[in-house]
T-cell receptor, first 113, second 115 residues
Framework: TQLLEQSPQFLSIQEGENLTVYCNSS?????LQWYRQEPGEGPVLLVT?????EVKKLKRLTFQFGDARKDSSLHITAAQPGDTGLYLC?????????????FGAGTQVVVTP | DAGVIQSPRHEVTEMGQEVTLRCKPI?????LFWYRQTMMRGLELLIY????????DSGMPEDRFSAKMPNASFSTLKIQPSEPRDSAVYFC?????????????FGPGTRLTVT
C-alpha cells in the first residue's frame, strides 16, 4: 500500500492570508489529484498533475507535483472564507491500478472573515 | 446532469440488522467505486467495478460486506450483519473509466449509524 501523508492536519487562518498544504509519500505515483470536500458532501476534484515538476494554477490556487512524483503541494494565495473545506490528495499507482486511488487523511482548512 | 445519486442519505439501524446502500452512477460512466470515510481512517476504497465487473475488492473489510453491480446504472453495498464499528459515511463515485488521471465524481454519501 502506498501511503500519502498530509500536513498539517488542521489550518486556521484569517481571510487574505496565504497557506500551503503538503502531501508526501515514499512511493512514486503515476498521477496525483487534489480534491476539496465540504461538510455533508462528497469530494470534488480541483486538479490532476501527472508530470514530475509540473505546476498548475487555478485562480488563487497553485498546485505542484514533485520532481520525483512522490510529493505535492497546494498553495492558496489571499485565502477567502469560500476556501474553507477538507483538502484531500489522492495518488494513483502503477498502470494496472490507475483507478485505485490512495487518499491522504486530509487537511482541514478554516478561513475566517 | 443529476450527478451520482445515493440512497438513503441517512440510515440508522441496530446492530445485527442488514443494511443496503444504493448508488446510481453518472450515465455513460464505466467505472464505479465504493468508499468509506471515518475520522479515524479517512477515505478508504472498499471495492471498484469496471463495466459492471468487480476489479478489486481488497478493501472490503470483512465477509459481512458485499457489493454488486447488476447493470451499468445501479450498484448496491450490503452489510450483513451490521456492527457499531461500521458506522461511517459511505460514498459512491463514478468515472468514465480506469485511465490515468480520470476524475472520479462522488455522490453526496450515506451516513450510516449502527447502534
Amino acid at each position: 500500500t502506498q501511503l500519502l501523508e498530509q500536513s498539517p492536519q488542521f489550518l486556521s487562518i484569517q481571510e487574505g492570508e496565504n497557506l500551503t498544504v503538503y502531501c508526501n509519500s515514499s512511493s512514486v505515483f503515476s498521477s496525483l489529484q487534489w480534491y476539496r470536500q465540504e461538510p455533508g458532501e462528497g469530494p470534488v476534484l480541483l486538479v490532476t498533475v501527472v508530470t514530475g515538476g509540473e505546476v498548475k494554477k487555478l485562480k488563487r490556487l497553485t498546485f505542484q507535483f514533485g520532481d520525483a512524483r512522490k510529493d505535492s503541494s497546494l498553495h492558496i494565495t489571499a485565502a477567502q472564507p469560500g476556501d474553507t473545506g477538507l483538502y484531500l490528495c489522492a495518488g494513483a499507482g502503477e498502470v494496472d491500478s490507475w483507478g485505485k486511488l490512495q487518499f491522504g487523511a486530509g487537511t482541514q482548512v478554516v478561513v475566517t472573515p | 446532469d443529476a450527478g451520482v445519486i445515493q440512497s438513503p442519505r441517512h440510515e440508522v439501524t441496530e446492530m445485527g440488522q442488514e443494511v443496503t446502500l444504493r448508488c446510481k452512477p453518472i450515465s455513460g460512466h464505466n467505472s464505479l467505486f465504493w468508499y468509506r470515510q471515518t475520522m479515524m481512517r479517512g477515505l478508504e476504497l472498499l471495492i471498484y467495478f469496471n463495466n459492471n465487473v468487480p476489479i478489486d475488492d481488497s478493501g472490503m473489510p470483512e465477509d459481512r460486506f458485499s457489493a454488486k453491480m447488476p447493470n451499468a446504472s445501479f450498484s448496491t453495498l450490503k452489510i450483513q450483519p451490521s456492527e457499531p464499528r461500521d458506522s461511517a459515511v459511505y460514498f459512491c463515485a463514478s468515472s468514465l473509466g480506469l485511465g490515468l488521471a480520470l476524475e472520479q465524481y462522488f455522490g453526496p454519501g450515506t451516513r450510516l449509524t449502527v447502534t
